[in-house]
Nanobody, 121 residues
Framework: QVQLVESGGGLVQPGGSLRLSCAAS????????MGWYRQAPGKQRELVAH???????NYADSVKGRFTISRDAAKNTVYLQMNSVEPEDTAVYHC???????????????WGQGTQVTVSS
C-alpha cells in the first residue's frame, strides 16, 4: 500500500557532501513526521534528523550544523543534505515516515530499505 524509495547514498570523501532523498508513494491520505535514521556496523539504529508536518526539525547532536533535513509536501519526499561529512557518518541510512493511509483512522510508521553512505578517502 505504501512504498518508500530512497536514493542518493554512495561513497564520499571526508569533508564532502551528499544528498539523500526518500519518496513515499501509495494510498497516502496524509503524512505527518518524516525522519532519517542510521545504523553503523555493530551499533544500534539512531535518529539523525526529524521534521514534522509543520516544518519543525530536530537533529542528533553529532550532525547539528552539518546536516539539514527538509521535505517537499507536494512530492511526499524528505531530503537529508549532508555537508562536511566525517568517517563517523558511515552507516546505512533509513528514512522513516509516519502517515495515514486512506480508509484508516490511525497513523502508521513505514521504513525505507536503507541506503549505504560510506565516508572514506
Amino acid at each position: 500500500q505504501v512504498q518508500l524509495v530512497e536514493s542518493g547514498g554512495g561513497l564520499v570523501q571526508p569533508g564532502g557532501s551528499l544528498r539523500l532523498s526518500c519518496a513515499a508513494s501509495g494510498s497516502i491520505f496524509e503524512i505527518n513526521g518524516m525522519g532519517w535514521y542510521r545504523q553503523a556496523p555493530g551499533k544500534q539504529r539512531e535518529l539523525v534528523a526529524h521534521i514534522t508536518s509543520g516544518g519543525n526539525t530536530n537533529y542528533a547532536d553529532s550532525v547539528k550544523g552539518r546536516f539539514t533535513i527538509s521535505r517537499d509536501a507536494a512530492k511526499n519526499t524528505v531530503y537529508l543534505q549532508m555537508n562536511s561529512v566525517e568517517p563517523e557518518d558511515t552507516a546505512v541510512y533509513h528514512c522513516n515516515v509516519d502517515l495515514r493511509i486512506y480508509g484508516s483512522n490511525w497513523n502508521h510508521s513505514y521504513w525505507g530499505q536503507g541506503t549505504q553512505v560510506t565516508v572514506s578517502s
